[in-house]
Nanobody
Framework: QVQLVESGGGFVQAGGSLRLSCAASERTFSFNGMGWFRQAPGKEREFVAS????????NYGDSVKGRFTISRDNAKNTVSLQMNSLKPEDTAVYYC?????????????????WGQGTQVTVSS
């Protein structure tokens, strides 16, 4: 099972940017589709973005389209989420997720491994 460790969360004002990174432990990282989900207090875990095994196909949740960008570096076993134009409603714990080959996970039920999560807080 892939071990995932997120970093890069923090506190930012509305309109600002943050970049999240996720490091995977497994050499077969490149065979996994990858994704990011988030969960705000009292809400269900929500799909944010996914990327296929090669990095050529990406998908985004409607609430983040045009503001967030997912990318991966298979040589370094990392996946990243660049978040721009952040809004207070983006405040949540963000989770890195390993999903099925070849596509990334777009539903929580598709996820094979979860990271521990990193907090993102956006103030108004």
């Amino acid at each position: 099972q892939v071990q995932l460790v997120e970093s890069g969360g923090g506190f930012v004002q509305a309109g600002g940017s943050l970049r999240l990174s996720c490091a995977a432990s497994e050499r077969t990282f490149s065979f996994n589709g990858m994704g990011w989900f988030r969960q705000a207090p009292g809400k269900e875990r929500e799909f944010v973005a996914s990327i296929n095994y090669s990095g050529g196909i990406t998908n985004y949740g409607d609430s983040v389209k045009g503001r967030f960008t997912i990318s991966r570096d298979n040589a370094k076993n990392t996946v990243s989420l660049q978040m721009n134009s952040l809004k207070p409603e983006d405040t949540a714990v963000y989770y890195c997720a390993a999903g099925p080959f070849p596509t990334g996970p777009t539903r929580a039920t598709m996820v094979k491994s979860w990271g521990q999560g990193t907090q993102v807080t956006v103030s108004s």
